[in-house]
């Protein structure tokens, strides 16, 4: 691990990289990446343990869940995000970005910058449900594939940001 | 041989979740180098000092648009056997605007808030957090929700059926609106950088 952290790199760069790897998905696989459907599946692996009849009653965790004769948690998206995991951890580490810290603006304490990424993520997780996706599932894979709806969903969510973006002002200076 | 490898038997399923892990590695990799584990960084964004995210996800779409367009009219790839999500247009509509106003205060979106964890940031832990609570709460709803969920259903409808142009003209249209966005953004950060002089000329 290096002391000083390695600036960025070009958001280009980074950007034509992944759409590599988006572009091996749909070659290899005839599917692209996503993020929200492998927390869906943890979920709904989480409750059918805990209230097995809950789960059963309800469609939408059964759609996470397979026949029962394999583990739910053995779904591609799942295992996508552990790689995302190890990738994420692997470059900040070589990068010198390795910080246990909390990143905010200088106009909160690190508590209520907690409390608004809880808030945010919990406000994410109603809106991807709904959508059926999200910055990944929506953005990058129906993004490129030229779905309706995925575009629909991605000026939604910039006009939805923007709209919550002045209000926050104090968050992020 | 013929793309999409998975859908024409090449491999099977074993082989398909060794391939999930490596992508997402390299997904993670990139999305760490390009600072998208770092909310500070990607909540620029939504105040025009930073449009990484911006420049990141056109980059991408436009890159793996072409790589299909071409494959596909080399003969490469069948792209009738890849995945297209399908379009619930009210509950996308509405499901994005919540989506964003989540985006704009956690600052982090579901895959990057898991970079952002595993560079040791806490903020993005939260995150993880809220997102598992907020499929809970998705989920105990959806018996009173799910009729509207599954309403205005078009199925996996693309943008060439619904402008009814070319699946070649609307790529092109897309790689334009792309540049211009490349270009707003440049000259946007670079007023950002200069307050000083922004200043004195309205002065």
């Known amino acids: ?173 | 041989m013929m793309a999409p490898l998975y859908e024409f038997g090449r491999f099977g399923d074993g082989m398909g979740l060794v391939i999930a892990v490596l992508l997402g590695i390299a997904f993670g990799w990139f999305l760490e180098q390009g600072g998208m584990g770092n909310a500070r960084k990607l909540a620029g964004q939504f105040y025009f000092t930073d449009l990484s995210v911006l420049k990141l996800m056109f980059s991408a779409i436009v890159t793996a648009m072409l790589g299909l367009f071409w494959l596909s009219w080399a003969g490469l790839l069948d792209l009738s056997r890849v995945y297209v999500p399908e379009t619930f247009i009210a509950p996308q509509l509405v499901g994005g605007l919540v989506f964003g106003v989540g985006f704009a205060t956690g600052g982090l979106c579901p895959g990057t808030s898991c970079v952002a964890a595993a560079t040791g940031r806490k903020d993005g832990l939260a995150l993880i957090a809220g997102m598992f609570a907020g499929v809970f709460v998705f989920g105990e709803a959806f018996p009173a929700i799910g009729h509207f969920a599954d309403s205005t259903a078009r199925g996996a409808w693309t943008l060439p059926q619904a402008v009814g142009l070319s699946y070649g003209t609307v790529v092109g249209v897309i790689v334009a609106v792309a540049l211009g966005a490349f270009a707003g953004a440049e000259w946007l950060e670079r007023r950002a950088e200069r307050p000083a002089r922004r200043m004195k000329i309205a002065a």
């Open chain 1, 1 to 173: 691990m290096r002391d000083k952290a390695a600036p960025y790199a070009s958001p280009y760069v980074t950007g034509v990289g992944i759409g590599v790897v988006l572009l091996l998905a749909f070659v290899l696989m005839g599917r692209g990446l996503g993020a929200s459907g492998a927390f869906s599946s943890v979920v709904a692996a989480a409750l059918n343990t805990t209230a097995p009849s809950h789960a059963a009653a309800n469609a939408f965790y059964t759609g996470y869940l397979s026949d029962g004769a394999t583990n739910p948690l053995k779904d591609w998206l799942v295992l996508e995000i552990i790689g995302v995991v190890i990738g994420g951890l692997a470059s900040g580490l070589l990068a010198g970005r390795m910080r246990w810290t909390t990143e905010r603006g200088t106009g909160i304490t690190d508590r209520r910058r907690l409390v608004n990424a809880f808030a945010g993520g919990t406000a994410m997780g109603v809106g991807a449900k709904l959508a059926r996706g999200c910055t990944s599932g929506l953005g990058l894979t129906g993004g490129a594939t030229l779905s309706v709806g995925s575009w629909l969903f991605i000026i939604a969510a910039f006009v939805g940001a923007y709209a919550a973006a002045p209000l926050l002002r104090r968050a992020w200076r």
